[in-house]
């Protein structure tokens, strides 16, 4: 190669190099050089059609995830595919060419699957391997698809963690799906680090469940997401799930209104002392008057708000509302420590706990009667972050408790190290812990090692009488739940202190 060629090569391979969005960091070497020509004489044949397909096959070289994705690239160009239809990162189509495949087999009324899937941890693994493997995995994951090919299937990349798998209908869908997740979810091993991918995957077939294109990839979003929050990460779409996602898009829609409209209210659960039944405090819940659907709990409309940027609103209002009924309280010479939830949008606000102190002094309410409920779910989305602002609220006085512990995934010597003072044992381990000896095992140890780390105990869902008393062997600190009441309007509140005897209901001393 004299050294014109080589300067033309060079180009060619960055001109290759940019088209795909692969940086090319290390110098150029002359093997590199020679692959590049190979490439380019190879894409020539291919894009001017006189190819024969095996051909096409690169040979494994010292990057082979980049060399396979111009492969798919290639492929994706020989499927008639303009550049803009394609991936750069991986080289397959992208949503705006699966939408034009969908509608093609439509027109010709081909029957179809749709197979949508995504990543369930791509965000934790740019955060803690980097963007490059993230970026990595992607690719290989395009790769088994497309090296699946079962079912002529076609497969694309609709952004962010999810691809699409357009197939011809399988006798049995189920299968097709346990087939894929099999495929695609071994062990790799990128940059050094061997990864499992995690999926999530919904299926959906044509006629069956739409006949329009945009309607069917919406509607395997729809089943997407639900499968990313069921157990088995598997969903095949349903009408009914429609109606839900209609349901959804009113509550989106209305949110605003919501605190506009004075719609929203916040209602105050009391917490007791297990040990002689004295009143501990509150915790305040949100909860949504729709002028339609009724009053509506925080379960129903909170995890819109987070998924559509709604919550910092939802989240100050709460907050304000709060400290404003404590200070109420106060002036009547009745103080009441009161715990509020925060979300995971509220924990990455680097403001939020200046605001908190700005609204406690404006209000001229001791931080100390203050208590902010966080969960390991929302802690775990920007660790560090959260783990600042916990920090900074433990130091104006304000407590700090952890929420609905044992349904995450963190063990407590994890949690030892945030700066915490409070661990709430989720209420599905304590619903069930008269039947369930495994839950009352895993509760005690809970309790015992919770203890151990200086954190003060309290357990929700405290339905009956029994749950109790298995608490208070237990020595649990703390109980909420509706034997001792469900949550109360604020107007309510004093009243039902006036009323509240420890010793009638609830004094579980001598257990
Ligand atoms: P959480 O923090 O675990 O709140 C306790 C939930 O358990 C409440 O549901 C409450 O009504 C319910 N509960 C209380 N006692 C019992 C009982 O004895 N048995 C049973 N089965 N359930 C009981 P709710 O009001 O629907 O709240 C659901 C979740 O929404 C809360 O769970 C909390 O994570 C979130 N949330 C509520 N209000 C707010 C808020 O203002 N801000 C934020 N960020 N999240 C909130
Ligand atoms: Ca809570
Ligand atoms: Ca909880």
């Not at 595919?81 to 990162?89: H, N, R």
């Not at 939020?352 to 208590?371: F, N, Q």
């Not at 959260?386 to 349904?407: K, P, W």
């Not at 304590?430 to 780390?453: S, W």
Request: hydrophobic share 45%.
């Amino acid at each position: 190669m004299n050294r014109t060629d080589r300067r033309s090569s060079h180009r060619l391979v960055r001109g290759v190099a940019n088209a795909f969005g692969i940086g090319l960091r290390r110098r150029l070497g002359l093997g590199l050089l020679k692959l590049a020509l190979t490439i380019a004489r190879m894409a020539d044949r291919l894009l001017s059609g006189g190819d024969n397909p095996q051909s096409t096959a690169l040979p494994s070289g010292r990057h082979p995830t980049h060399l396979r994705t111009l492969q798919a690239w290639l492929q994706a160009r020989k499927a008639g595919l303009q550049a803009m239809d394609v991936d750069p990162l991986t080289g397959i189509g992208t949503r705006q060419a699966a939408l034009g495949e969908i509608g093609r087999l439509i027109e010709h009324s081909e029957n179809f699957v749709l197979l949508r899937m995504s990543i369930n941890n791509l965000k934790t693994i740019n955060q803690h391997l980097g963007n490059g493997v993230g970026d990595q995995l992607l690719v290989a994951l395009a790769q088994r698809l497309l090296q699946l090919q079962f079912h002529r299937g076609q497969v694309y990349r609709l952004g962010g963690d999810e691809f699409l798998m357009l197939a011809a209908c399988p006798a049995n869908p189920t299968e097709l799906h346990e087939h894929l997740r099999q495929a695609l979810c071994q062990p790799l091993e990128l940059e050094g680090t061997s990864l499992i991918p995690s999926l999530s995957l919904s299926a959906l077939s044509y006629p069956e469940h739409g006949q329009e294109a945009r309607r069917l990839l919406r509607r395997s979003g729809i089943a997407l997401s639900l499968a990313r929050q069921g157990h088995d990460g598997y969903r095949v779409y349903q009408e009914e799930l429609d109606l839900r996602d209609d349901r959804e898009r009113q509550l989106l829609r209305d949110m605003v209104l919501a605190v506009r409209d004075d719609q929203l209210r916040v209602v105050y659960q009391p917490k007791i002392h297990i040990a002689d039944g004295r009143i501990a405090g509150f915790e305040a819940l949100l909860q949504w008057q729709h002028p339609q659907l009724g009053l509506l709990q925080a379960d129903t409309f909170l995890p819109l708000a987070v998924a559509s940027g709604h919550m910092a609103l939802l989240g100050d209002w709460m907050l304000e509302q709060v400290i404003g009924q404590m200070a109420g309280w106060a002036a009547k010479g009745r103080p009441q420590h009161v715990a509020a939830n925060l979300s995971a949008v509220d924990l990455e606000d680097a403001q939020l706990s200046r605001r908190i102190a700005g609204w406690l002094a404006e209000r001229g309410v001791d931080p100390r009667l203050l208590m902010l409920e966080v969960t390991e779910q929302s802690m775990m989305r920007e660790p560090a972050l959260a783990a600042r602002l916990l920090g900074e609220l433990r130091e104006s006085g304000i407590q700090v408790a952890i929420d609905d512990f044992g349904t995450g995934y963190s063990s407590l010597t994890q949690l030892r190290r945030l700066p915490l003072d409070v661990l709430k044992i989720d209420k599905s381990f304590v619903l069930d812990l008269p039947n369930q000896p495994d839950d009352a095992l895993i509760v005690d140890a809970t309790i015992a090692l919770a203890h151990r780390f200086g954190l003060l105990v309290i357990a929700e869902g405290v339905e009956s009488r029994r749950h109790l008393d298995l608490l208070a062997a237990a020595g649990c600190d703390q109980a909420q739940g509706f034997l001792i009441s469900t949550a109360l309007d604020a107007d309510a509140v004093l009243g039902w202190l006036a009323t509240y005897s420890p010793s009638a209901r609830h004094n579980v001393a001598g257990c």
